[in-house]
């Protein structure tokens, strides 16, 4: 078993409609970070959060601690949306654990 | 501020050779971790530098190196180069081994052919 399990694998969503991608971790955390991945490759710094919720623009990101979950949701999503979603722990080394990625299609 | 940056972007290699990835540190930050991102899967943990010092490694083996440099910019060398190997590899920099975020540079893909 992953230490960082995300669901869905894949998402395809029709412009405007509000996502919800999900993260569990199994490991002891001091930070969990919500990163968009791109197809080139680059990846950007979305949230990094410790406890209760976080918002900026369009996205929010939540973590509950006690049952070791965090959800990045996006509201009235857009095409521009559309790129991998990794969620990311720091782990005991200062490293990130990473999650397998959530690819997010938003449809015109 | 400068963001990070890696070199080259994409790189061609032979089963066998040696490469040299390299990473700049974006300012004020003095740890640059490295991670390996084969196709679909999330990245993985290779090593990680802080001031100049290897400070934790992940489960690649020994021909896995690296250096940091006083300026904090860093330096991944694999050797013997295997197949497996083909992958983008991923640089972060920070500061204090990571405690108040990380800035990704777009990354090297690696082939081996």
């Known amino acids: 078993k992953n230490e960082v399990e995300q669901s869905p694998q894949n998402l395809t969503a029709q412009e405007g409609e509000f996502i919800t991608i999900n993260c569990s971790y199994s490991?002891?955390?001091?930070?969990l970070h919500w990163l968009q991945q791109h197809p080139g490759g680059g990846i950007v710094s979305l949230f990094m959060?410790?406890?209760g919720k976080k918002k900026h623009g369009r996205l929010i990101a939540t973590i509950n601690i006690q049952e070791k979950h965090s959800s990045l949701h996006i509201t009235a999503s857009h095409p521009r949306d559309s790129a991998v979603y990794i969620c990311?722990?720091?782990?005991?080394?200062?490293?990130?654990?990473f999650g397998k990625g959530t690819k997010l299609s938003v449809k015109p | 501020e400068t963001g990070v940056t890696q070199s080259p972007t994409h790189l061609i290699k032979t089963r066998g050779q040696q490469v040299t990835l390299r990473c700049s540190s974006q300012?004020?930050?003095?740890?640059v971790s490295w991670y390996q991102q084969a196709l679909g899967q999330g990245p993985q943990f290779i090593f990680q530098y802080y001031r100049e010092e290897e400070n934790g490694r992940g489960n690649f083996p020994p021909r896995f190196s690296g250096l940091q440099f006083p300026n904090y910019s860093s330096e991944l060398n694999v050797n013997a180069l295997e197949l497996d190997d083909s992958a983008l590899y991923l640089c972060a920099s920070s500061t204090n081994l990571g405690g108040y975020g990380y800035t990704f540079g777009s990354g090297t893909r690696l082939t081996v052919v």
């Open positions: 300012s004020g930050h003095n740890t």
């Open positions: 959060l410790s406890s």
């Open positions: 490991v002891g955390i001091s930070a």
């Open positions: 990311a722990v720091r782990g005991s080394q200062g490293n990130l654990i």
